[in-house]
């Protein structure tokens, strides 16, 4: 038997997002409803390097009734895997290294055969972008067609395509201080959208703002968004980060994907620490508006028009879950196998 390894130009050719999109809903809807194990992600401390170390196991089992018939992604699945990722901050100035780097082991829940090895970073920036785009499904403006951008850093961009997946979006206003990274960002764009520079306020009045930088005092107060923004938190990913000021947190309905992980190292994680917010000021985590169980924006996906939903300001705040990584994993392996492409080897020396 063959392990099939795929580098990140391979997971990005084979990470159709429409696909990663509907996957990651899949997940999302496995772990409220119970079908999904994911221990608590774990870290390894080094500071003697400057970094860390994160180990993120899941399975997640998605019946046939949650797969979406248009994404061809099957009649409901199983999946299981590993991602291991670091965070090293010295690694571009003294080793010439991403700060962030993955490795993602998928592999068969039935036998344990590990049936890929791929690029962890790549999967990372896909379902993250996947994960801002389900929220934004069901928390956004029906008729949303601006979203601002505050950071133009690599997930940016997955930001960008996942969310048009679910909104006719025709503006785009990305605002950081990095002028290059800025014009980057519209060359990579300017094709498709009407994209232009802006400051974070102009940013934040679009109808979907993402906010995607690792700031650690807030950046975003509430004069800065629109009366119905939908805002998709994604900076946040250790203790001490936060890039929404209290006040516009505190006023906004607040969606959350796990509450292990928003408490300690989320967008919320440092107005719950000091007591400023509390559970009560938590609308719910997005896997109990995917499955209905709590209403999403009126009239988005899976809210009726006249329902008692989410009204103005929303945020949902994305730690990133290893049951997105199993997901979108699955995603990659079945259409590298279906292309042919990505490297086979005999990892296990089961071939001799």
């Not at 994907?257 to 919320?268: F, M, W």
Request: overall charge negative.
């Amino acid at each position: 038997m063959q392990t099939l390894l795929l580098n990140a130009d391979d997971v990005s050719e084979n990470a159709e997002m429409d696909r990663v999109i509907d996957a990651v809903r899949g997940a999302f809807t496995a772990y409220e409803r119970g079908d999904a194990k994911m221990p608590a992600k774990s870290y390894i401390d080094l500071p003697e390097y400057n970094g860390d170390f994160r180990s993120m196991p899941a399975y997640l089992d998605v019946r046939e009734e949650d797969v979406a018939e248009e994404t061809a992604t099957g009649d409901g699945w199983d999946a299981a895997g590993i991602k291991w990722v670091n965070v090293h901050t010295d690694n571009p100035a003294d080793h010439d290294l991403p700060t962030v780097m993955g490795t993602m082991i998928y592999s068969d829940p039935e036998t344990a055969f590990p049936l890929a090895v791929l690029d962890g970073t790549t999967l990372t920036m896909k379902r993250t972008g996947a994960a801002a785009a389900v929220a934004t499904d069901h928390l956004a403006v029906p008729d949303a067609s601006s979203l601002g951008i505050v950071g133009a850093g690599v997930q940016s961009y997955t930001q960008l395509e996942a969310i048009a997946e679910v909104r006719d979006i025709e503006e785009v206003v990305v605002s950081d201080l990095d002028e290059e990274r800025v014009a980057d960002f519209i060359d990579h764009f300017e094709d498709r959208f009407d994209v232009r520079t802006g400051s974070i306020s102009e940013a934040g009045h679009c109808d979907i703002l993402s906010t995607v930088t690792p700031v650690e005092d807030p950046i975003v107060g509430p004069d800065d968004v629109g009366e119905h923004t939908h805002v998709n938190a994604m900076g946040a990913d250790a203790e001490g980060k936060h890039e929404l000021a209290d006040d516009l947190l505190l006023d906004a309905t607040i969606v959350i994907d796990d509450h292990e992980q928003c408490t300690h190292s989320g967008e919320i994680n440092v107005p719950y620490a000091a007591g400023t917010l509390a559970d009560d000021d938590i609308y719910g985590e997005v896997g109990e508006i995917v499955v209905g169980r709590r209403a999403g924006r009126p009239g988005a996906t899976g809210t009726s028009a006249d329902a008692d939903g989410v009204r103005g300001v929303s945020v949902f705040d994305s730690t990133g879950l290893a049951i997105q990584d199993v997901a979108a994993a699955r995603v990659v392996y079945e259409r590298a196998d279906e292309l042919d492409n990505g490297y086979p080897f005999d990892l296990l020396g089961l071939d001799d």
